[in-house]
């Protein structure tokens, strides 16, 4: 009775479609807490709701599916909480684009009807993302999806809000900040892209107040000098030690600028002269406050000048720099402009050059918050995969700042603060900031409510109550997304049972903005770390290392390599070139070998299920290790110990290597070697049960990695269970594993190769025979070869086989070592020797070329500089082959010559 046969080839598209929604009918996703049950749960890094499916995601869901998929087999009770973020500046963004298009602003609309319009955008396109991890293949628990402004976590945000200010960690305060015009709000220091730009640094002269003389600025952006309160110095600067206590003047609108001397200001940059800026300069902003200088804020939020800035208000930013620039050319105050690369910030989210700027906004303090974060990762509570990433986790954390959480945006958590107008009156005299953060004390202001829920009215006067317009940072809702997600702050089952999580997977471009701010949260609400192992893995990047982006033209679309090869090739293709935490160089070719895998698994698979009888795999027909056979038992062998090299692989999150051991076995040793070797026994009740039993193994192995292409072909053999991925994870039989079998099939395989490769190497005709000679070292090695010299014929077609220790060379042979064997082939008859001699001669010439080509790339330094490390260590791998095959084309001139 044979097995269901499979179609001549594999349709990926069909196939998936059907098998992802079988899974999702049947709740094989779904994840049920179990007081006796072992948790293993990951939460997924939201995406933004703007997003569409790129392979970075790919690659981070892949890793996570994979681990996911393995425990669940494993017998863990597995839970991949799905979810995505609201992204507060994207969205906000995205759905203003929208309004410009019917020529209104989110002013016109209102902040109710804006917030409506947004959300009416979120039901529309927030979940295409989703729809496209099911394209993956992703067994998220998709019953569970949260969104970062739902319901319950909007109350956590709030909780959290409350709680921090209640114990004295959430102020607000007036301190220079990240702001972006375009934008218009405050972003955090991790909001900021810093990118070197080529600038100018131009030179000004300000003049000594009662004298005739001058001292030189140099700054890189001078329409802020109109905001200027002083000019300073480093007391040890000889220069400038006459001017302490005198006064200088702003040049255009003539202001008194005192000129104070400080330890902290550079004397080696430009002149060591420093105008001080306090409103629009961080470093300038603290000497403000140690000598009470006075605040001046020349720009509104949109990036233009104000009222301040003199006749120059009104005007953009960077209008007013070449306005001010030509007019003080036009006095004689600017001496010179020199050439100056610096680092410039720019908005994470639109790419504009953000300003440092003076305003009222509310931090979170971390200090106390990262204290017990750090010993949290130094005695390995959570640990780093590399471990490279923990000194850049402690690095960060132990010179942490405070967090501004404050946003002048629309969408997203609204800062939980009411203000009444009566009361705050009355108490006008208060000072902003009556707490100092970690003293102990609550932040208060007269007449301000912070509360859980929203107020009616004011609880002191009865007035009315007006809530502060800003909203919170996207990510201090993502920052408790392990455990919000499970319910906190109820106390429930799934919270109990499910955190912490196990496993964090995520890119390492996010360890600021999120990872460590979640451990920060973890133990502050949650008493535990919300994670024990954090993988970090590497960029997407295209061939030549670039980053893939739109804009540059380069990405590579998941969702159109999945309709081109399907999604296990996707994910098998994405994982063999993953190193452990190194980026990941792609192009659409290196998803061709995901292809060609899926096919050679489903051919073989085709050739297994052509071939088998199911009646001769009943229990009692089992056979023993004697009816086996040798070839039997060794891929027997193999598959167990393959199947313990990969479950470590996957504890120790090595999924390329995992990969790479699962192509080595199917492709070459089961499909190569195995099935070729079996082919004369196919029918007999060993080979049967053999093939049935290495197949059925080999596929639960593969199906976290590939599990559409599993699971089709699983159902298609006999088996036990409902569902290849509810199916038990094939544990290593150690009684099956021969270590000295498989050496001596080792020996057998690498004699019928050397064979195969002279008789590649002279184009012997594939139809002819050989006369083959084998001499042997030793006596185990002249066992082995006579005991398996039929497999030797059989796979190297040869007609004539002798082996034994002390034969001589034939005449016209090429030879070929391998270990202490030495194989002769004898040619006579089957190679033309001067044709042979013209091709390899031709062959050389041809390699010879290569190499100085290569040769001369490897020794020039531009290019040693500039391509991307991938693309060089590939260089110098092709001069190792070519090099390697320059020999063997010499070695065969030798053999021709003898």
């Given at each position: ?77 597995t839970l991949w909480m799905p979810g995505t973020d609201h992204a507060g500046i994207a969205t906000q963004n ?194 403000a406050r140690k000598h009470e200088l006075e605040f001046i804020n020349i720009l509104n939020p949109d990036g ?588 065969n001139l030798r053999s021709l010559g003898e």
């Amino acid at each position: 009775m044979s097995s269901p046969e499979l179609s001549k080839v594999y349709e990926p598209k069909s196939v998936e479609k059907h098998w992802y929604a079988h899974w999702l009918k049947k709740g094989y996703f779904k994840a049920k807490a179990a007081p006796k049950g072992k948790p293993y749960t990951i939460v997924i890094p939201p995406p933004n709701v703007t997003g569409i499916l790129h392979m970075g995601h790919a690659l981070n869901n892949t890793l996570q599916d994979i681990l996911i998929r393995y425990k669940r087999m494993s017998g863990y009770r597995t839970l991949w909480m799905p979810g995505t973020d609201h992204a507060g500046i994207a969205t906000q963004n995205v759905v203003e684009r929208s309004l410009r298009e019917e020529g209104l602003t989110r002013q016109q609309l209102g902040r109710e009807a804006f917030l409506e319009r947004v959300w009416k955008w979120r039901e529309k396109y927030g979940n295409t993302i989703v729809r496209q991890l099911h394209r993956l293949g992703a067994s998220c628990d998709w019953d569970r999806t949260r969104f970062t402004m739902d319901e319950g976590l909007s109350e956590a945000v709030r909780e959290v809000f409350v709680r921090l200010y209640e114990k004295g960690l959430i102020y607000r305060g007036k301190y220079i900040i990240n702001w972006c015009p375009r934008c218009q709000t405050a972003l955090s220091d991790e909001e900021v892209q810093h990118k070197e730009i080529n600038g100018h640094l131009y030179h000004l002269k300000y003049a000594i107040e009662g004298t005739d003389g001058h001292v030189t600025i140099a700054t890189t952006r001078p329409e802020t000098m109109l905001g200027d309160t002083a000019v300073g110095f480093n007391p040890t600067d000889e220069r400038y030690r006459h001017l302490s206590g005198r006064t200088a003047t702003l040049p255009l609108i003539n202001r008194r600028l005192r000129i104070i001397s400080d330890e902290s200001i550079d004397p080696s940059f430009g002149t060591g002269a420093l105008k001080i800026t306090p409103s629009h300069d961080p470093v300038d902003f603290e000497l403000a406050r140690k000598h009470e200088l006075e605040f001046i804020n020349i720009l509104n939020p949109d990036g233009t000048l104000n009222e301040n800035a003199g006749p120059y208000a009104g005007l953009d930013r960077f209008e007013a720099r070449r306005r001010i620039v030509a007019d003080l050319e036009d006095r004689r105050i600017l001496l010179e402009i020199k050439e100056h690369q610096h680092s410039v910030g720019h908005c994470y989210r639109c790419s504009t050059v953000i300003e440092p700027y003076f305003s009222s906004q509310w931090f979170v303090h971390m200090k106390p918050l990262a204290a017990p974060a750090i010993e949290a990762v130094e005695k390995e509570r959570t640990v780093f995969a590399p471990k490279r990433w923990t000194k850049v986790y402690l690095d960060w954390m132990h010179n942490i700042k405070d967090w501004c959480v404050s946003r002048q945006i629309w969408w997203g958590h609204r800062i939980p603060v009411w203000t009444c107008a009566a009361c705050r009156d009355k108490g006008k005299t208060a000072a902003e900031t009556v707490f100092r953060p970690g003293q102990g004390r609550v932040y208060r202001e007269p007449g301000m409510i912070v509360a859980r829920k929203d107020p009616k009215a004011c609880p002191d006067c009865g007035g009315v109550l007006e809530q502060d317009p800003d909203v919170l940072d996207t990510w201090f809702s993502s920052w408790l997304w392990p455990f919000s997600t499970l319910g906190w702050p109820e106390k429930n089952k799934d919270l109990k049972f499910f955190y912490p999580t196990a496993c964090l997977v995520t890119g390492y471009e996010i360890i600021f903005f999120w990872v460590a701010r979640m451990i920060m949260s973890g133990i502050e609400f949650m008493g535990r770390e919300p994670f024990k192992q954090v993988y970090i893995h590497g960029i997407v990047r295209d061939e030549t290392g670039a980053k893939m982006s739109k804009s540059l033209g380069n990405a590579v679309d998941p969702i159109e390599i999945i309709d081109e090869f399907g999604a296990d090739a996707l994910r098998y293709g994405i994982i063999s070139i993953t190193a452990e935490g190194q980026d990941v160089y792609c192009s659409k070719e290196k998803f061709e070998v995901g292809r060609n895998f899926a096919n050679k698994i489903w051919n073989a698979s085709r050739l297994v299920l052509m071939n088998l009888d199911t009646r001769k795999l009943r229990p009692s027909a089992v056979p023993t290790p004697a009816q086996l056979g040798p070839i039997n038992r060794w891929i027997i062998s193999r598959v167990n110990q393959t199947a313990a090299s990969l479950a470590e692989s996957l504890d120790r999150h090595r999924f390329n290597e995992a990969a790479s051991t699962l192509y080595d076995f199917i492709w070459h040793q089961y499909c190569d070697w195995y099935l070729e070797l079996a082919k004369p026994t196919m029918k007999d009740r060993a080979t049967q049960w053999t093939m049935h039993y290495v197949l059925e193994r080999t596929l639960r192995l593969l199906h976290p990695f590939m599990p559409f292409i599993t699971e089709e072909i699983w159902q298609k053999i006999p088996h036990k269970g409902e569902s290849i991925m509810v199916s038990e994870w094939p544990k290593p039989e150690k009684r099956r594993i021969d270590p000295k079998l498989e050496t001596e099939v080792d020996i057998i395989l690498g004699e019928i190769q050397a064979i195969r490769n002279v008789r590649s190497a002279w184009q012997i005709n594939p139809k002819e025979s050989v006369t083959v000679a084998v001499k042997v070292a030793g006596d185990t090695e002249l066992r082995i070869l006579r005991e398996y010299s039929t497999y030797i014929v059989q796979m190297a077609k040869v007609s004539s086989l002798q082996i034994g220790k002390t034969l001589a060379r034939p005449k016209e042979s090429a030879v070929a070592n391998v270990g202490r064997v030495e194989t002769y082939v004898v040619l006579t008859g089957l190679v033309d020797v001067q044709v042979e001699r013209q091709r390899i001669e031709a062959a050389l010439a041809d390699v010879d070329r290569l190499i100085r080509g290569l040769e001369g790339r490897l020794k020039n330094e531009e290019f040693l500089r500039k391509a991307p490390k991938e693309i060089v260590d590939k260089e110098r791998q092709k001069a190792v082959e070519l090099e390697s095959r320059r020999q063997r084309l010499h070695e065969n001139l030798r053999s021709l010559g003898e």
